[in-house]
């Protein structure tokens, strides 16, 4: 598609798969190893889900993850894993920029402590301990959705762009989301 080309949402759109994804059973697991990549436009503050399960808000934790940017009203960005008990919360320390076309990238690699796990907004990589409290042994259940969690909870804004969005069976560094950057960059889909 050309660089100009996005779905604009109204605050209400969202995508959802028909069935579990395979490659997100394995979110919750231990060893898990996985990367979320989103190409987007946000202009208003308050939470917004960049991808996340259908039944994230039931009340019982059930089986979920939610990749999240602005999760705390500010403009940083978060990830959530549960089974049946909340086993991973963590959120970023640096924010990304309103009104700018950003790349924001979560990578996970449970089964290695200290800043093996990254975020990654826009050019700037900060390391986290990505290992779950309690990792799950059984498979996630729940429907993928794309710009929400849990039943629509938490869809992009209005006015937001969204341009792209990739799952990765692997974690990447900084590096890795640069290099990905500086190909957006060449097409000219993202700023410099």
Not at 137 to 154: F, K, M, P, Q, R
């Amino acid at each position: 598609m050309l660089s100009s080309t996005y779905f604009t949402l109204d605050g209400g759109d969202f995508f959802r798969c028909k069935s579990q994804p395979a490659f997100i059973q394995k979110w919750h697991k231990a060893t898990a190893t996985v990367t979320c990549i989103i190409l987007g436009y946000w202009d208003d503050l308050g939470i917004q889900a960049g991808c996340g399960t259908q039944a994230r808000d039931i009340g019982n934790h059930g089986m979920f993850i939610d990749c999240h940017w602005n999760a705390t009203g500010i403009t940083n960005m978060g990830v959530t894993i549960s089974d049946t008990a909340s086993l991973y919360n963590q959120g970023s320390t640096a924010e990304w920029t309103e009104n700018t076309i950003q790349l924001l990238g979560i990578s996970i690699d449970e089964a290695s402590a200290g800043t093996a796990s990254k975020h990654y907004i826009d050019g700037t990589t900060e390391g986290y301990d990505g290992s779950y409290s309690a990792p799950a042994g059984t498979d996630a259940t729940y429907t993928l959705e794309i710009c929400a969690a849990g039943n629509a909870v938490a869809p992009y804004k209005a006015g937001s762009r969204f341009y792209a969005c990739a799952f990765l069976p692997t974690t990447l560094d900084g590096a890795g989301f640069d290099a990905i950057r500086a190909e957006l960059v060449t097409q000219g889909r993202i700023g410099a």
